[in-house]
C-alpha cells in the first residue's frame, strides 16, 4: 500500500481506519453478543425474539458496509494522486437496501434499549453476561455504546466528505463525485433524523395515551406532544376543579386528575421526562379539541396584557428610584428633602405594586372560545401563575400558527361504496336521510317519493353497506326525517362537532367527570304573544301498542314528517316492513323541518309555526299538548332549522332568523337578499361561520355567527364546470351546456373541517371552512373548491354523515403498550353520503350502455373521510 504525505491522502486513511473499527463494533455485537444469546446453553437469559428485536437489522447493516470497506481497501491498494473514493460512496449509500436497513434499525432502537434495560432489572443473570462480556472488550464498551455507533455514523460520514471536498482540488475527477456523495449522505442523515424524531415522538404519544383514561386515537402521524399544565377549571355548581392541559400541534386534551393512592413508582433511568412527571397522577378524558375551533378571547386578554405592561412598568420605576437613591450618596450637600421624597415615591410604587401582582389571579386566567356547530362555548382556565399563562399562549398562538401555515392537511375522501336503490315506483326520487343514533347497530333510514307515495330505505352499514328493506309508510311526499334519542340513550343534541369530542352530554362546557344528569327542563311560565298549548289543530292519529312503554322510552326514535302535515314515529330497532308506526301525528299544515335539541322535539310546518314536544315525567314524548310559536308566516315559512347554544337558527324566506329556546322569541334576524322570491334553501352552521345558498344560485354565502357581517360569497361555477370539461369528457356538450345553465347549490354539509357541497348537475364538491374567529370582520381569501372524482348524473338530493365502527373495534381496551406492539383496535370510521340521481365516474371518457342505465337509478355514495 503506497501512501502520499498530502491531506487528502491523510483523510482518505482516516476514512478508512473508522470504517475498520466500524465494522469490528458490528462483528462485535453478532459474535459476542448475538450468536451467544441465541445459544442453547444461554437460552435461559432473553428469550430469543426479545434478541433478535434487540440485534435488528444488524447483520444487514454488517453485511453492507463489508463490502463498503473492501471497496476502499482495493482503492487504497492502489493508491495514487489521481484515485477517487466518491463513487464508493455513492454506490453504497445510494442502494435503497442500505436505506432501508438504516432506517429500520432507527425505528427500532429505542425499543431495543427499553428490552435491555427491562431485562437487566428483571433478570440478574442477563445483567451479569453484558457486564462480562463489555469487560473483555479492549474498548470496555457496554452494549449501548456498541448499539447507537450506527446512529452516530452518518454524521461523521459527513464531516470526513467534508474535510475531503476541501482537501481535493476542483478539477480533481473525484471532486464532483464527492460533492455528490456528500449531498447523498446529507440527504440520509436528514431521513435517519427524521425518523429518530418521528419515532421517538410517536413513542412519547404512545406513553400518553397509555396514561390516560378513554383515549384513543391519539399516534398519529405529524402530531407532536407540546406541554402539559395543571390547571383548575370550572365543574358545574359555581366549584372549580383541577384539571391537566396537554396541548399538542394540533390538539388539545383536557383531563380530570387524581392523585394516585399507595407508593409511588420511581420512574427508571430510561423512562421519559414526560411519562415520569405524569406517573403520579391518574388522568381521564374529558374533552378532545382541535386548535382549529379555538381561540383566544381577545378583549379580556388585551386588557391582561395591559396590566401586565403596568406591573413592568412599576418595577422598572421601582429599580430607577433604587438608583436615584445610591446616586443620593454621593451628594456634598445636605439632602433630607430628597429623601423624604425618595421615600415617599418608594412606598406609593410598592403599594401600587402589591396591588397589581395581588391580581394575580386575573392575570393567571385565559379565557378560550370554542367553536363547536351549536355556536361558540367559553372556556375559562386559570393557570397557577401569570408566567405559566403567558407561557402557554405563546406555545398555544405558536402551535396555531404553524397549523395556519401547512396549508390543507386532509387527505382526499375515499369513495367505499356506490349502493343502487331500485325504483318500486316510476318517478321514485330520494328526498331526506337520517342516520340511526343512540343504537349498536348503524343504519340510515333513506326516504324516497314520487309525490303520492312516501317509501323508507333502510341502509345496513354493517358487515358491508347493503339495503335491507325499502317500503311504503305513507301517501304522502316525505320531506323530512330526525333521528330522536332515548331517554337515557345519552347522545349529545349535535352529531357534528367539527373535530371537537365531548365526553359530556350537554352544550354547556361541563368538566365535572361525574356528572352525567340531564339539565332541569325550562319552566313554561314565560309567555310571549304568539306562544300557545296546542294552537294548532294536532291530531293524535294513531298510536301502535307496545309490550313495555319503560323500554319504548328507551329506545330511539324516527321522526318522518310528510308533505300533508303527518309525523310518523317509528322506533329505530323496528323493521317497518312488519310494525307500524309508533305514534302518528296530524298538523295542519306541511312538516318542512325536525330537529332534535335539549331533550325537545321542533317541528317547522308551512305555515310558519314551530311545534315544540318535550317529554313527560315518563319519558314518553307529550304529544297532546305541545307549545306552539309563530316564527314565520304561510308566504316565508321556517323551511330550515339549526341547532345552536341555547337558539335555533331558522331559514325563513330569504331571511335567517335566530330562535331564543329559553324565551321562545327570536331574538335577532337579517335579510340575506334582497329578493323574497328567491328563499333560502341549504344552511350550515360551523363555528362562528353560517353557509347558506339561496334558491337556483350556485354561490354559497357565508355570515359571521355573531356580528351578522357578510364574510365572503363563494361561486361554485367555476369548480363543477371544471370537473364537466375537464375531467368528465364523456359528457356531451348540449348536457353539459344545460347543466350549466341551471346550475344551484342542492345540499350542505359541514363534516370534520370540509364543506360538502350538493349540486344540481351532480358534482359533489368540498372546501376547507376557513377558521372564524370570534373578530373576523373578512375573509383575506376565498376558499377553493375541489370537485370529487364521483358523483350523480342528475340532482344531488341530500347529503348527511354517520360514524360507525369497522369489526373489532369492541376491543377498544387494548392500548399501545411502551413496548410498541401493534395496537390491536380498529378505529370507528365517519362516512359522508351522498344520495342522488344516477352514478357518475368523473375520471371516465367512455359512454357505456351500462352508465346510460345507471342514469335512472337512484344511488347512494359512501365516502371516508
Not at 234 to 248: I, N, P, Q, S, V
Not at 343 to 354: G, T
Not at 598 to 622: F, H, P, Q
Not at 842 to 857: C, K, M, P
Amino acid at each position: 500500500m503506497v501512501i502520499f504525505q498530502d491531506t487528502r491522502t491523510h483523510v482518505v486513511v482516516e476514512l478508512y481506519d473508522t470504517e475498520r473499527s466500524y465494522v469490528e463494533s458490528l462483528q462485535i455485537l453478532i459474535s459476542k453478543y448475538l450468536e451467544p444469546l441465541k445459544s442453547t446453553e444461554n437460552a435461559s437469559l432473553l428469550d430469543a425474539n426479545l434478541v433478535d428485536e434487540i440485534f435488528f437489522q444488524i447483520p444487514s447493516l454488517l453485511s453492507h458496509h463489508e463490502v463498503f470497506l473492501e471497496e476502499l481497501k482495493k482503492r487504497l491498494d492502489h493508491w495514487d494522486i489521481k484515485q477517487k473514493v466518491g463513487d464508493v460512496f455513492l454506490e453504497t449509500f445510494s442502494k435503497p437496501a442500505v436505506i432501508e436497513s438504516y432506517t429500520n434499525y432507527v425505528n427500532n432502537w429505542k425499543r431495543a434499549r427499553d428490552i435491555i434495560k427491562n431485562a437487566q432489572q428483571s433478570k440478574p443473570a442477563f445483567a451479569k453476561f453484558l457486564e462480562n462480556t463489555a469487560r473483555e472488550h479492549k474498548g470496555k464498551l457496554a452494549l449501548d455504546s456498541l448499539l447507537i455507533k450506527p446512529i452516530q455514523k452518518f454524521p461523521k460520514y459527513e464531516l470526513l466528505l467534508q474535510r475531503l471536498i476541501k482537501h481535493t482540488d476542483v478539477a480533481h475527477p473525484d471532486h464532483s463525485l464527492l460533492l455528490s456523495a456528500q449531498r447523498e449522505v446529507h440527504d440520509q442523515l436528514l431521513r435517519i433524523n427524521c425518523t429518530e424524531r418521528e419515532a421517538l415522538e410517536l413513542e412519547q404519544l404512545r406513553e400518553i395515551e397509555a396514561l390516560i383514561d378513554g383515549l384513543i386515537e391519539l399516534v398519529v402521524t405529524d402530531r407532536q406532544y407540546l406541554r402539559h399544565d395543571l390547571v383548575s377549571m370550572a365543574a358545574g355548581g359555581g366549584t372549580r376543579k383541577e384539571r391537566a392541559l396537554f396541548l399538542f400541534s394540533d390538539l388539545l386534551l383536557v383531563t380530570s386528575m387524581k392523585r394516585k393512592s399507595g407508593t409511588i413508582r420511581k420512574a427508571s433511568p430510561g423512562q421519559g421526562s414526560v411519562t415520569s412527571s405524569l406517573d403520579a397522577n391518574k388522568y381521564k378524558l374529558l374533552m378532545k379539541i382541535s386548535l382549529d375551533d379555538l381561540d383566544i378571547v381577545k378583549a379580556k386578554d388585551e386588557s391582561l396584557k395591559q396590566m401586565m405592561v403596568e406591573i413592568e412598568n412599576l418595577t422598572e420605576d421601582v429599580s430607577v428610584l433604587n438608583q436615584i437613591n445610591e446616586l443620593t450618596w454621593t451628594l456634598h450637600c445636605t439632602h433630607n428633602a430628597l429623601d423624604e421624597v425618595i421615600k415617599d415615591m418608594f412606598e406609593k410604587l410598592n403599594k401600587q405594586l402589591v396591588e397589581q401582582q395581588n391580581s394575580d389571579s386575573q392575570l393567571s386566567c385565559l379565557d378560550l372560545t370554542l367553536s363547536t356547530s351549536n355556536g361558540l362555548e367559553t372556556m375559562s382556565i386559570v393557570f397557577s401563575k401569570p408566567e405559566k399563562r403567558a407561557s402557554w399562549e405563546e406555545s398555544f398562538n405558536e402551535a396555531k400558527h404553524k397549523l395556519a401555515t401547512t396549508g390543507d392537511r386532509r387527505p382526499s375522501p375515499e369513495l367505499i361504496a356506490a349502493v343502487p336503490i331500485r325504483k318500486t315506483r316510476a318517478g321514485l326520487q330520494f328526498t331526506c336521510a337520517a342516520p340511526i343514533i343512540g343504537e349498536n347497530r348503524k343504519d340510515v333510514w333513506v326516504c324516497n317519493s314520487d309525490g303520492y307515495v312516501g317509501q323508507v330505505c333502510v341502509l345496513s352499514l354493517q358487515p358491508e353497506p347493503n339495503v335491507t328493506s325499502c317500503n311504503g309508510v305513507c301517501n304522502a311526499r316525505i320531506l323530512c326525517i330526525a333521528s330522536i334519542p332515548g331517554v337515557n340513550s345519552g347522545i349529545p343534541q349535535s352529531r357534528q362537532n367539527n373535530g371537537t369530542e365531548l365526553n359530556d352530554e350537554h352544550s354547556t362546557i361541563q368538566f365535572d367527570s361525574s356528572s352525567s344528569s340531564e339539565d332541569e327542563d325550562r319552566s313554561d311560565g314565560e309567555e310571549s304573544g304568539d306562544i300557545n298549548r296546542a294552537s294548532a289543530p294536532i291530531k293524535l292519529v294513531e298510536v301502535s301498542s307496545t309490550d313495555s312503554d319503560e323500554t319504548d322510552n328507551q329506545q330511539s326514535t324516527m321522526w318522518l314528517g310528510t308533505e300533508d302535515g303527518c309525523i310518523h314515529v317509528y322506533n329505530s330497532s323496528d323493521n317497518i316492513r312488519i310494525k307500524k308506526n309508533k305514534i302518528k301525528l296530524q298538523h295542519g299544515s306541511a312538516v318542512l323541518s325536525i330537529i332534535y335539541m335539549d331533550n325537545k322535539v321542533y317541528i317547522a310546518l308551512g305555515n310558519g309555526d314551530i311545534i315544540i314536544y318535550d317529554r313527560e315525567s315518563s319519558g314518553c314524548w307529550n304529544t297532546s299538548s305541545p307549545t306552539t310559536v309563530s316564527v314565520g308566516s304561510t308566504t316565508m315559512p321556517v323551511s330550515k332549522m339549526l341547532p345552536g347554544v341555547g337558539k335555533i337558527w331558522c331559514g325563513c324566506g330569504n331571511t335567517v332568523k335566530v330562535f331564543n329556546t329559553e324565551t321562545l322569541a327570536t331574538e335577532n334576524s337579517m335579510t340575506v337578499n334582497n329578493d323574497a322570491n328567491k328563499p333560502i334553501t341549504c344552511i350550515m352552521l360551523s363555528g362562528n361561520g353560517l353557509w347558506l345558498s339561496l334558491q337556483t344560485s350556485a354561490i354559497i354565502k357565508c355570515f359571521h355567527t355573531i356580528s351578522f357581517e357578510l364574510l365572503c360569497e363563494v361561486n361554485i361555477a367555476p369548480a363543477v364546470t371544471k370537473m364537466l370539461t375537464k375531467f368528465f369528457l364523456g359528457c356531451d356538450d348540449i348536457i353539459r351546456q344545460h347543466k350549466a345553465a341551471c346550475l344551484r347549490v342542492t345540499s350542505l354539509l359541514a363534516c370534520k373541517d370540509l364543506l360538502w357541497i350538493g349540486t344540481s348537475a351532480g358534482v359533489l364538491l368540498t372546501m376547507p371552512l376557513p377558521h372564524i374567529t370570534p373578530t373576523t370582520t373578512k375573509m383575506n381569501s376565498t376558499p377553493s373548491v375541489v370537485g370529487v372524482s364521483y358523483g350523480h348524473t342528475g340532482h344531488v338530493r341530500f347529503l348527511t354523515n354517520v360514524e360507525y365502527p369497522t369489526a373489532n373495534s369492541e376491543n377498544t381496551h387494548q392500548r399501545y403498550s411502551y413496548k410498541g406492539k401493534p395496537d390491536q383496535r380498529t378505529n370507528s370510521k365517519l362516512l359522508v353520503i351522498s344520495g342522488g340521481d344516477g352514478y357518475e365516474d368523473f375520471r371516465s371518457s367512455n359512454i357505456s350502455e351500462v352508465a346510460g342505465r345507471e342514469d335512472s337509478t337512484n344511488h347512494l355514495l359512501l365516502w371516508n373521510i
